[in-house]
């Protein structure tokens, strides 16, 4: 239909969409945040092949980056979530807030729960969090790369959390204990900041799958730890977990390193548009 949009418009267009199917879907009946998961895929292939009709083509759907495994990332984003989120929980453990139980379990041993985690993460990064990433690191990040490496990373990863926000406030499904008020600004923060992690292994490899590990191993480690955490305080939301001020903070430190590692390195605008660093640019 449009086949001479800017990349700009495109990282616009797709957003718009996103957006709106996002609102639509809150409102389906027993919506679920697996099936809300589908939401930026289907953006992408409303881009794909209604929009800008990329789709038709073997060589558009190159630049989505599932064509490449980005091995060189993978200890990176198997790692880095955990790490995280085991000392933000060993934090509200050892200060009280709340303390380690297996109550949750229903019978299973710790042990079990750990075996059975290694499936669980591997669906997840297969099925939902390749769906999230095809759209955001993968169609999204590279178009809002005219705006400069650093600016696309913060600003892909503001768009994600902003997608959210109708699951949030329209739902009880997804971040429904705590103050509105608190929990959403630390929300849109914090995916803010991952966004520069998950995006990073995506602009390293050229390639999407590291970015769908570390988002699914975040969420499943943020999952199992809720798991094995008993709290009556209403500060565990806000200390720790996805909206957590702790992992903000390490997440943060983390982020930090990678923007300073990005400066040091050569941005150059091709005619297209797209940002190269070192020569090298996701399209």
């Known amino acids: 239909m449009f086949k001479n949009l800017s990349s700009l418009a495109k990282s616009m267009i797709f957003t718009v969409i996103v957006i709106a199917l996002a609102g639509l879907f809150s409102q389906l009946p027993g919506i679920s945040g697996e099936v809300y998961m589908f939401s930026p895929v289907i953006t992408v292939l409303i881009m794909m092949f209604i929009v800008t009709r990329d789709g038709y083509s ?74 999230e990433e095809i759209g955001w690191r993968g169609y999204l990040l590279p178009h809002l790369q005219r705006l400069g490496n ?76 809720a798991l094995l955490t008993e709290s009556d305080s209403s500060y565990a939301e806000i200390l720790t977990g996805d909206t957590g001020i702790v992992q903000l903070v390490l997440y943060g430190a983390v982020a930090v390193l990678i923007i300073r590692n990005m400066k040091k390195g050569t941005q150059v605008v091709n005619r297209k548009g797209m940002i190269f660093r070192n020569s090298k640019t996701l399209m």
Do not use: Q
Not at 93 to 122: C, R, Y
Not at 186 to 215: D, Y
């Open 58 to 131: 073997k060589s558009g759907w190159v630049p989505l980056g599932v064509h490449k495994l980005g091995l060189k990332k993978w200890g990176f984003a198997f790692v880095a979530p955990v790490v995280v989120h085991l000392v933000g929980y060993s934090i509200l453990w050892v200060s009280g807030i709340g303390e380690i139980t297996t109550a949750n379990l229903k019978g299973m041993s710790p042990v079990t729960m750990i075996m059975a985690t290694i499936p669980m993460l591997l669906i997840y990064t297969v099925t939902f969090s390749l769906f």
């Open 150 to 225: 650093i600016r696309a990373l913060v600003l892909s990863g503001f768009i994600h959390g902003c997608w959210h926000l109708p699951l949030i406030l329209l739902t009880d499904v997804y971040h429904a204990e705590g103050s509105r008020w608190v929990v959403i600004p630390l929300f849109l923060v914090s995916l803010t900041i991952v966004g520069i992690l998950i995006g990073h292994v995506r602009m390293a490899t050229n390639s999407v799958w590291p970015a769908a590990i570390i988002h699914a191993v975040h969420n499943v480690a943020w999952a199992r730890f």
